[in-house]
């Protein structure tokens, strides 16, 4: 019975901002206001750089709304983007996410090409090994092979000035994958060789701080709270630009769910008390 | 195992391990280009292959032990059963749309050939039907911006019609997205019946855990922060400063014991395997 009750009122903490019927104001996150600054500043029209979709279905809540828009962005501000993935369980968002904002901008006049403006290297095994051929590589275009069409990518436009790893202007990383993340500070020498951005679950966050304190990811964005204050920075940038609205209603979702949870504790923790002091 | 190969495969990992230590220190110190770099990328190649050989050998042993429990009856048979249709569909619709792709993908291969290749003309004799096409939309030529242009216009085309990966695209968008999010979403509701069941706060441990929990969490909720602002910054310090330090701790003792292991296996110490 107890049971019960307590998943009908997660449920109903959950559905609440859905139907609508509470709505309340994205709190302010201070790595997301830097998040956003950095690449303003950093970010040229013409720059390469590399988005890395790491996350699957299962962290694709939180890692969806960073990876969306932050890639609005960067083509918002004339980046040329590869996509690529370490992992296997991303392939439904390598192609999902620039489909789905090139389609967006696209209502907004800005005609985005592919070959051009972005391309798909697709799922690459091995990350370790991967990234470390690509440090070394004389010939970085030729290192990364084919894209998800089959076409080399040395042919494609995008690929003109792309001779080696220092021509990627910033590395673009979204994943859930606890441990991930190490393999881009410890083989391209973020810091160092190459601009490294992150973004990450709430439950993973922690271990990114340590490498933001001493600068090897630049950028930090936090779960779900990070990409939806990224969209609400990015209306505020861009004034006509339409707002991901499902977004918003998940994180709100979230937040109910969470203030349930602690109430959960609270309330638990209030009954056992309770019942020590009867006995 | 004989005394002479165990000696062999020692020899072999101390070798292999500690090139890839010198070639690590030795590029590093040296600015031109070595020739480690050129073998190295072709031995990184081979590990990756060797990756993709070790996952095959583990969908075989899959395959194999639940084979046996479906032809045996054992207990869970039907749950076996439903692992090896997945995994036999699953595998043919890879190869279905390797053959889709390759006969999709034939011209933007053909173009991709012409412009890498050092001799083009070859590959022009090679596929003469393919010049032809191509030589209708670019001229006898066939320069490379032209090239480059109709690349982009048969990607553009294999993108509306669903490919590459049709068959693959399907099963992940309708099976695998939905049930991955609905499996990660039950987590909600255990944690929801954990959270009042088993988290008690018996001394002050417990309670500074639960504490910063609590400020971590509410934090970064609109509905509290609009109430509370400042428990932005309290949040901010606790994950730069507390939790930062913490954490640098442990990874540092974790790298440390992962040196002292990897040591271990470069010097065929580790006796895990025997």
């Known amino acids: ?279 | 195992m004989s005394k002479g190969i165990d000696i062999f495969f020692k020899l072999t990992v101390f070798v292999v391990a500690g090139y890839f230590i010198f070639d690590f220190f030795y590029s590093s110190l040296v600015s031109e280009v070595t020739v480690t770099e050129r073998i190295t990328p072709e031995l990184l190649t081979g590990a990756a292959i060797i990756s993709g050989m070790a996952f095959a050998l583990g969908t075989l042993n899959l395959f194999l032990n639940h084979i046996k429990r479906v032809s045996l009856f054992l207990r869970g048979w039907f749950f076996s059963l439903v692992l090896l249709l997945s995994l036999i569909t699953t595998l043919s619709a890879g190869i279905v749309d390797l053959i889709n792709n390759e006969r999709a993908n034939l011209t933007l291969a053909f173009i991709s050939k012409l412009l890498t290749s050092d001799d083009p003309d070859y590959w022009k004799n090679k596929f003469p039907r393919l010049t032809k096409k191509l030589v209708v939309k670019c001229g006898e030529e066939l320069p490379r911006e032209c090239l480059v242009r109709v690349q982009a216009e048969y990607q553009e085309k294999l993108a509306k019609k669903g490919l590459p990966n049709f068959l693959f695209k399907f099963l992940t968008d309708a099976f695998f997205v939905p049930l991955g999010q609905a499996m990660f979403s039950l987590l909600a509701f255990f944690i929801a019946s954990a959270s009042f069941r088993a988290f008690r706060f018996n001394n002050y441990l417990s309670l500074a855990l639960l504490l910063s929990a609590l400020i971590v969490l509410l934090g970064q909720n609109g509905f509290v922060v609009a109430l509370f602002p400042e428990l932005v910054g309290f949040r901010t310090w606790l994950l730069n400063y507390v939790s930062s330090g913490v954490f640098k701790v442990i990874n540092i003792s974790a790298i440390i014991g992962g040196l002292i292991i990897a040591i271990r296996i470069w010097l065929s110490m580790d006796k895990s395997f025997k």
């Open chain 1, 1 to 279: 019975m107890t049971q019960w009750v307590i998943y009908s009122g997660l449920l109903i903490a959950l559905l609440l901002p859905i139907v609508g019927t509470i709505e309340f104001k994205t709190p302010r996150n201070v790595e997301a206001e830097n998040f956003f600054q950095l690449i303003e500043d950093n970010v040229k029209p013409g720059d390469i750089v590399f988005v890395s979709l790491d996350f699957g279905p299962g962290t694709a809540a939180e890692n969806l709304p960073q990876a969306n828009t932050v890639t609005e962005h960067l083509f918002r501000k004339g980046a040329k983007i590869l996509f690529l993935s370490f992992s296997p369980q991303a392939e439904p968002f390598l192609s999902g996410v620039p489909t789905s904002v090139t389609a967006r901008l696209k209502n907004e006049g800005l005609d985005l090409k592919y070959g051009e403006d972005y391309a798909i290297a697709g799922f690459r095994p091995a990350p370790a090994v991967f990234l470390q051929r690509l440090v070394l590589s004389q010939n970085l275009a030729e290192s990364l092979e084919n894209d998800i069409y089959g076409t080399r990518i040395s042919t494609l436009p995008l690929a003109n000035n792309l001779k080696s790893i220092r021509d990627v202007s910033a590395w673009f990383e979204f994943t859930g994958l606890a441990g991930m993340v190490q393999n881009y500070i410890q083989y391209l020498n973020t810091g160092n060789l190459v601009k490294f951005f992150h973004g990450c679950t709430s439950v993973i966050v922690p271990e990114a701080y340590i490498y933001k304190d001493s600068k090897q990811i630049l950028g930090l964005l936090e779960g779900i709270t990070g990409g939806v204050v990224y969209d609400e920075l990015l209306s505020k940038r861009y004034e006509n630009r339409a707002r991901y609205s499902e977004f918003s209603t998940q994180f709100q979702s979230l937040s109910l769910g969470q203030l349930y949870i602690l109430f959960l504790i609270l309330l638990g923790n209030l009954l056992t008390l309770i019942k020590n002091v009867r006995n």
